[in-house]
């Protein structure tokens, strides 16, 4: 990523010429104009307000919008990735599950959650109002409130109709930065929302189950109708009920015990490098 926009930012620099209704006649971009476009580029918002002003140029910057936004899309998922680790692993290593807490949290399966959705909301909130600040006082950006708030909405949703666009210096160095918070977090906002919604409804639907007998059903399969059971049934129920896991797989877990089992004298046992040489990704795929 860093590659490609280092090439692109030279080639719109030195290379390129554009028009604009910025300036007249044709020319290539200066520094903070070349990061306002690239912004545009990234983000999809395309005001329009610079183009090619040649043939090539067009062709040229068409191929590399189609590339830039693999190349961005791709790196965005792996911070992303990156990110939610860290956070699921700072948030989630402190808390010690403690004996007396079941195994299974139906607190978090009965509940839909909304936390996500209204976090995300405030920071889109929060974003679209220090656009709509800056659009209506920054001198020489010359637009009413109405205008300002029109803007901030057209270009946070990548609409970008062109009708407003940054018109100083320091406005596109703004919008180059501010364009892409405002479509991550209207981005960040509708995933939210989205799994939210289906969150809900996957809630609603499980709340309809009848979930004692469930268990029960669970209980029944894992120890054959004893009352007791012993410490393998318990992991088995355990991992029933905390995963899914039906007893078609289980079976199929014990079928692949008995081809891999050995007796001895010493009883039943399963040689390790049989594990790693059969249970391991073929060769050539890892």
């Known amino acids: 990523l860093i590659a490609w926009l280092a090439g692109v930012m ?49 062709i040229w910057i068409g191929f590399h919008t189609i590339v830039g936004l693999c190349v961005y899309g791709s790196s965005l ?19 010690a599950r403690q004996p007396n807490q079941q195994l299974k949290d139906w607190v978090a399966e009965l509940t839909a959650n909304q936390d996500e959705l209204f976090k995300n909301a405030l920071r889109f909130v929060i974003v679209a109002t220090l656009g709509v600040l800056f659009w209506y006082l920054y001198p020489g950006e010359d637009k009413t409130l109405f205008q300002a708030i029109y803007f901030s909405i057209i270009t946070m949703s990548t609409v970008g109709f062109g009708q407003f666009t940054a018109t100083t210096e320091g406005g596109k160095v703004f919008a180059a930065f501010w364009m892409l918070c405002g479509v991550g977090s209207l981005g960040a906002l509708m995933g939210s929302f989205i799994s939210t919604m289906a969150h809900e409804k996957k ?49 199929f877990i014990e079928k692949r015990f008995e081809h891999y089992v050995i007796n001895a004298d010493d ?20």
């Open 267 to 286: 009883g039943r046992y399963v040689r390790r490098n049989s594990l790693v040489d059969e249970e391991g990704p073929p060769l050539g795929e890892h």
């Open 203 to 251: 809630v609603e639907a499980r709340r309809r189950d009848d979930i004692p007998a469930e268990i029960a059903a669970i209980i029944q399969q894992v120890s054959w109708g004893h009352q007791k059971m012993t410490k393998a049934q318990f992991l088995k129920f355990a991992v029933m009920l905390k995963k899914g896991t039906s007893p078609s797989e289980f079976d």
């Open 10 to 58: 030279f080639i719109f620099i030195a290379v390129i010429e554009f028009r604009s209704s910025h300036w007249e006649g044709y020319r290539s971009l200066t520094c903070v104009e070349a990061v306002y476009l690239l912004s545009q580029i990234l983000t999809t918002v395309g005001y329009g307000d610079i183009t090619p002003a040649h043939d090539l140029g067009e």
């Open 77 to 95: 998922c792996e911070v992303v990735a990156i990110i939610d680790h860290r956070i699921r692993k700072a948030y989630y290593g402190r808390r």
